[in-house]
């Protein structure tokens, strides 16, 4: 039965699609502008795999999923940000949601964490406890920790010799399936960079081993939030 899988990332352009069709061992890059339409466009995969959190506390505590993912990758931890409180997503300003955050929390808002939560906020008012079935959260280095046979990286994706590193290890998941060199993924897409090219064809690798049944949670017993929501990340 013909089955496609799609990894998804977030860029500038809004979220870029790495679509993979096993049966021609091809990869489709496309870009969307938001993340309902991009559900629309593939509602026939199997597995959508998205570097997005997906279940969010509203509490202001850690998840549990982003402190065992940032274990198992060690140096590379600090790639995992803490998942935004949803109350947070609903402030349109940055001075809005900094101040919520320092009277909740007692912390203020970073604004590379407020940058994200317009896409967050996206996710989450698309997502439901049965689309989570196969639309799911992912984050791209702990995918690559696994496609490399857990093996932590040592070098950083947005450094040359970084996105060799990552390209190497998916042209050995991808045998056969072109995977591309920097300056062309560097000029794939607009408003996509070459490091996006990359995270999105790791979450297809990750959507594949979804629909085959061979990928694994952190954690496997995870939180619920209030929506019934999964805390989790696959890979």
């Known amino acids: 039965m013909h089955c496609h899988v799609v990894g998804v990332d977030g860029c500038k352009a809004g979220w870029i699609a790495a679509e993979y069709d096993p049966d021609a061992r091809r990869l489709t890059f496309t870009t969307h502008a938001d993340f309902s339409s991009l559900l629309l466009a593939f509602v026939d995969a199997a597995s959508i795999a998205v570097d997005i959190p997906i279940g969010l506390t509203e509490s202001f505590q850690p998840r549990r999923c982003d402190l065992l993912a940032r274990r198992l990758i060690g140096s590379r931890s600090s790639s995992i940000f803490p998942a935004p409180d949803r109350r947070l997503l ?3 300003t940055y001075s809005e949601a900094s101040a919520f955050s320092r009277e909740n929390s007692g912390k203020g ?17 698309a997502m439901s406890p049965e689309l989570q079935s196969r639309v799911f959260e992912i984050h791209p280095e702990v995918c690559f920790w696994a496609a490399a046979g857990r093996r932590q990286l040592s070098h950083p994706k947005r450094k040359a010799a970084g996105f060799e590193e990552r390209r190497a290890i998916l042209e050995q998941v991808f ?5 591309p060199a920097r300056r062309e993924a560097e000029g794939l897409l607009h408003g996509a960079g070459s490091d996006d090219v990359l995270d999105a064809t790791v979450a297809a690798w990750t959507a594949w081993r979804h629909a085959r049944g061979r990928c694994e949670r952190v954690s496997e017993s995870p939180e619920l939030d209030t929506r019934g929501l999964r805390m989790e990340m696959v890979y």
């Open 109 to 125: 808002l970073t604004r590379q964490s407020f940058a994200i939560c317009g896409k967050i906020a996206q996710a989450d008012s």
């Open 90 to 92: 609903r402030f349109p």
């Open 175 to 179: 045998i056969g399936v072109g995977i």
